[in-house]
């Protein structure tokens, strides 16, 4: 499974990016993103479904969606926050287990990683 991400870059505190990837084909998809110094942390997942999931900090900030006819996930981030910054890993999972999603081990596979900068 090829995973493919797109869209970080660097921003003022309050603006707004959007990150994209591509699964070559339907997984349960999640973001995650480590900052430098810190461990990998769980951001956001979706479900085949479409259920979705955040961690508390993105709450009302950040929305996951998905595109499966272009088995692309997508997470807006808005209000974006200097502790926002780090590098935002994409990721799939053949399967669903309910709030375990937060976890790394649950991923099958992971894409390259994306800079997002938000400064002061």
């Known amino acids: 499974v090829q995973l493919q991400a797109y869209g970080g870059g660097s921003v003022q505190a309050g603006g707004s990016l959007r990150l994209s990837c591509t699964a070559s084909?339907?997984?349960?998809m999640g973001w995650f993103r480590q900052a430098p110094g810190k461990e990998r942390d769980f951001v956001a997942v979706i479900g085949r479904s479409g259920v979705t999931c955040y961690t508390d900090s993105v709450k009302g900030r950040f929305t996951i969606s998905r595109d499966d006819a272009k088995t692309t996930v997508y997470l807006q981030m808005n209000t974006l926050k200097p502790e926002d910054t780090a590098v935002y890993y994409c990721?799939?999972?053949?399967?669903?287990?309910?709030?375990?999603?937060?976890?790394?081990?649950?991923?099958?596979?992971w894409g390259q990683g994306t800079q997002v900068t938000v400064s002061s």
């Open positions: 084909g339907e997984y349960v």
């Open positions: 990721a799939a999972a053949r399967f669903w287990t309910g709030q375990s999603m937060g976890e790394n081990v649950k991923y099958d596979y």
